[in-house]
């Protein structure tokens, strides 16, 4: 079968966002290599430097180094003009774990820092071990990866599976509902409550701020509205793609941030509830999720034999 092209204006839009994403995630890179060689730029108290030197910080900040570098470099392949032969399964795995790590950032984090600014009368940074400017420098280039990520990463799918997202999504069989019911409910009530009244001793620790506390909404709703979009494909008709980007960021979120909060829950020891919460949503939206793709694309098969 021959390869299509993305046509040149989609290309140079996603080469412009990649150019804007290495641009805002260079300043975090830079700090961490900085921090893993032994560097104590950008850290305010003795005890932060001496916390960045334990193996807890040097193997998570080895590691959100790698995660950096795998974004940038799928978003350099997917504006390369050979990128419609990347195998499905790596760009379904990969936009995935982009989708649910960014997607709270992105729609919680700014108005939650309007919000604290307003209220509070300035805005902080949760760590008080760093100086703020490392706090607006690494979360600005958070949400401006997450931007150029939907944009390279959004322009793809549509280009190659756009045919595929012309029907809203289906909603799969009752018990697999049932599952991601089971699942992404109390995820999303629980970050909702956290948000509202604050983690308390059961939640995430040390995400007190308002701009902490818009986060964790946003992944409530932005969760609840993936397990929703399915169930109502006749509200969702007339915007199928919106449909989509719903159901899939949402079943994203859901399976994605409970680990998350786990893996930097303070001091290293998640809550019991997080932990409990995180073990029921991510399989639940997982399935849900999956079951959703596979019945649409059983479905698409079906029209076409019919055709």
């Not at 975090?28 to 001496?50: D, H, P, R």
């Not at 909060?261 to 399989?283: F, H, S």
Request: glycine share 10%; with cysteine; hydrophobic share 55%.
């Amino acid at each position: 079968m021959a390869v299509v092209h993305s046509p040149e204006h989609v290309l140079t839009v996603q080469r412009f966002a990649l150019v804007a994403a290495i641009a805002a995630v260079l300043p975090y890179s830079i700090l961490k290599l900085l921090w893993l060689s032994g560097s104590t730029v950008g850290l305010s108290s003795t005890a932060g430097a001496e916390e960045m030197v334990g193996a807890r910080h040097v193997i998570g900040n080895a590691l959100t180094l790698g995660m950096v570098a795998v974004a940038i470099t799928f978003m350099v392949f997917l504006t390369r003009r050979w990128a419609l032969r990347i195998p499905g399964a790596v760009v379904f795995v990969l936009g995935a774990g982009a989708a649910g790590l960014l997607a709270p950032i992105l729609f919680g984090l700014p108005v939650g820092l309007l919000v604290e600014a307003i209220a509070v009368g300035s805005v902080r940074p949760a760590d008080q071990d760093m100086a703020p400017w490392v706090f607006g420098a690494v979360y600005t280039g958070f949400c401006v990866l997450a931007v150029a990520l939907a944009v390279v990463v959004g322009a793809y799918v549509v280009h190659r599976w756009g045919d595929l997202l012309t029907t809203p999504p289906p909603a799969p069989s009752r018990w697999v509902v049932a599952i991601g019911a089971i699942g992404m409910l109390p995820f999303s009530c629980a970050m909702a409550y956290w948000a509202v009244v604050g983690p308390g001793e059961a939640g995430p620790q040390g995400m007190e701020q308002l701009s902490q506390r818009a986060v964790l909404l946003a992944t409530a709703v932005v969760a609840l509205a993936g397990l929703i979009a399915p169930l109502v494909p006749r509200l969702c008709r007339f915007m199928p793609r919106t449909a989509w980007l719903l159901a899939w960021t949402g079943c994203c979120v859901a399976a994605i941030q409970g680990p998350t909060q786990i893996l930097l829950a303070q001091g290293g020891v998640a809550e019991p509830l997080v932990v409990a919460i995180a073990i029921a949503a991510t399989p639940g939206a997982s399935v849900y999720g999956v079951a959703v793709l596979r019945r649409h694309l059983r479905n698409a098969v079906q029209n076409r034999a019919h055709t």
